[in-house]
C-alpha cells in the first residue's frame, strides 16, 4: 500500500509557478503494478522522485507499509567518487542483504566488464543505468519504481532486463513510467494517470491507455 497525504509539489518555471503535484489525497492498492501515465512534463518523474524520497514535497506526506526501491533508471542513485563495486556493497550494507551475492549478482547482470571497478563519474548514462537496474533487481522489493528502464542498452540488454524484471514480478509490484504501451500491458494489471496536478487510478489498464491518448489528442 502507498497512500498520498495532501501531497504537493511545484516549481519555479520562468518566474511563474508551476504546480505538478496538487494536494493529492489517494490510497494505491497493494500487491498491483500500476502504469504511470501522463503527457510529457507532467510530473511523472517527480512523482516517483517523491515516493522514492528523493525529492521532498511541498507539503504532505507518502506513507507505506512496504519497501519500495530507488527510481531503477535514476543514475543519482549513487556516488560518482566511489566505483561501482564500491556503491554496490554500500547499498548491500544500507540494505542489510549479503554483500558478496549482491555484488555477484550486479557484476554479471550490468556487464560493466573492467568499468565495474572504476569511478561511476566516468559512466555513460547507459552504464549508470545498467547498474542502478542491477542493484535494483539484486535487492527484493515490494514495489519496484521503473522509469522506462528496459529501454537501455541493446536489443539482447533489454530482452535480458525484462526477463529479470518480469521475475520480480511475480512476488512483488510496480509503478511503471513507459511510453511504450505494449511494454506497460505486459507488465501492468492498472493504471495511474497523472493530469494537471491530479492522480486517477484506473482498475483496467486499458481504460487507463484510452483516457492517456485521448488527452494526447
Not at 573492467?114 to 561511476?120: I, L, S
Not at 542493484?135 to 530482452?159: H, K, P, Q, W
Not at 509490484?173 to 492498472?190: P, T
Request: net charge neutral.
Amino acid at each position: 500500500m502507498i497512500r498520498f497525504e495532501q501531497l504537493s509539489k511545484s516549481f519555479w518555471v520562468g518566474g511563474e509557478r508551476k504546480i505538478v503535484i496538487d494536494t493529492l489525497d489517494l490510497t494505491l492498492p497493494t500487491g498491483k503494478s500500476l502504469g504511470l501515465l501522463g503527457r510529457n512534463g507532467a510530473g511523472k518523474s517527480t512523482l516517483i522522485q517523491i515516493i522514492a524520497g528523493i525529492m521532498a514535497p511541498d507539503s504532505g506526506r507518502v506513507v507505506s507499509d512496504g519497501t519500495i526501491s530507488w527510481p531503477v533508471a535514476f543514475g543519482g542513485s549513487f556516488h560518482p567518487a566511489l566505483t561501482g563495486a564500491q556503491n554496490v556493497r554500500f547499498v548491500a550494507r544500507i540494505y542489510g542483504v549479503d554483500t558478496d551475492s549482491l555484488m555477484a549478482f550486479v557484476e554479471d547482470f550490468s556487464e560493466l566488464g573492467k568499468h565495474f571497478h572504476m569511478p561511476v563519474r566516468t559512466y555513460s548514462s547507459g552504464m549508470k543505468s545498467r547498474l542502478t537496474f542491477g542493484t535494483s533487481m539484486g535487492i527484493r522489493f515490494d514495489t519496484y519504481l521503473v522509469d522506462e528502464v528496459t529501454a537501455v542498452g541493446d536489443a539482447r540488454f533489454r530482452n535480458k532486463s525484462r526477463v529479470v524484471f518480469r521475475d520480480r514480478m511475480r512476488d512483488s509490484s510496480a509503478i511503471l513510467v513507459s511510453h511504450n504501451m505494449k511494454e506497460m500491458r505486459d507488465f501492468c494489471d492498472a493504471g495511474i494517470l497523472l493530469d494537471r496536478g491530479k492522480l486517477y487510478y484506473f482498475d483496467d489498464l486499458d481504460e487507463a491507455i484510452a483516457e492517456h491518448e485521448a488527452l494526447l489528442r
